[in-house]
C-alpha cells in the first residue's frame, strides 16, 4: 500500500431528506461514519481526511478516538463539489491520488477498497471507480492529474462529472451494493434488522 494514497472520507452533507445525520446513524455498535473511517483505516492507517460540515460539532466528537484528520467545508451548503474540492485542497503535496469515500453507503467492505486500490496500482493513470446500478461512482480513486478537476467541482457537482469526461480512462470494480445508501427513513428500514439500533 502507497502511503501517496490519501483517502477522504466526505461528510459534509446535513441529510434533510432523513430528518438527523446520516453521519450519526448506527448500525450494529458503531455509526455509519466511524465504519467508513474504520474501513479506510483498515486498508490505509494514515493519510485519512474526514471533510465534515453540518452538524459538525455533534459529528466530530464521535470520530475523535479514531487516527483521522478533520477539515471543515464552510461551503457544505452549496454542495458535494465544494465538499470535494474542500478536501483535495487539504491533500498534502506529496499525494499521488485520493481515495474519495462516502459515509452512506454502508455495504463498502475492505475487499472492495483493496480491489479498487490494487487494480489503482495495477494502472496508476486511470481513474478507478465502483460501477453499481448500470452506472459508476463512488467508491473511486483518482490520481493527481485529476485534482484540478476535482479542486473545480461546484455546487451539487460530484465526482462522477469527471469520471464522465474521462471515460476513455475508466475502469470499473463491481460493487452492486453501492446502489444502496442511506437518504430517507425508509432507507434506514431497509438495512439488515439484525444489526441496525435504532
Known amino acids: 500500500m502507497t502511503t501517496n494514497l490519501h483517502i477522504l472520507v466526505l461528510a459534509a452533507g446535513a441529510s434533510t431528506r ?5 453521519q450519526l446513524v448506527r448500525w450494529g455498535e458503531k ?8 474501513t479506510a483505516i483498515s486498508i490505509e492507517n494514515q493519510g485519512i481526511t474526514v471533510v465534515l460540515g453540518a452538524s459538525c460539532e455533534v459529528i466530530n466528537p464521535a470520530i475523535e478516538h479514531l487516527p483521522v484528520r478533520t477539515v471543515f467545508n464552510e461551503n457544505w451548503a ?4 465544494t465538499t470535494i474540492a474542500c478536501g483535495i485542497a487539504s491533500l498534502p503535496p506529496d499525494a499521488d491520488a485520493v481515495l474519495l469515500l462516502l459515509c452512506d453507503q454502508p455495504f463498502v467492505s475492505l475487499g472492495l477498497l483493496k480491489d479498487l486500490v490494487e487494480k489503482w496500482q495495477q494502472h496508476p493513470s486511470h481513474i478507478v471507480a465502483s460501477a453499481y ?9 483518482f490520481g493527481k492529474e485529476c485534482f484540478d478537476g476535482l479542486l473545480a467541482l461546484q455546487g451539487q457537482q460530484g465526482a462522477k462529472k469527471l469520471m464522465g469526461q474521462y471515460t476513455n480512462k475508466l475502469l470499473l470494480v463491481d460493487f452492486p451494493e ?4 442511506i437518504d430517507t ?4 428500514g431497509r438495512l439488515p434488522p439484525e444489526t441496525f439500533e435504532t
Not at 18 to 22: D, I, M, N, R
Request: net charge negative.
Open 18 to 22: 432523513l430528518g438527523q445525520p446520516k
Open 31 to 38: 455509526t455509519l461514519l466511524e465504519k467508513s473511517c474504520e
Open 78 to 81: 452549496l454542495g458535494m463539489g
Open 133 to 141: 446500478g448500470g452506472s459508476y461512482g463512488p467508491p473511486a480513486i
Open 178 to 181: 453501492g446502489l444502496f445508501d
Open 185 to 188: 427513513p425508509a432507507d434506514l
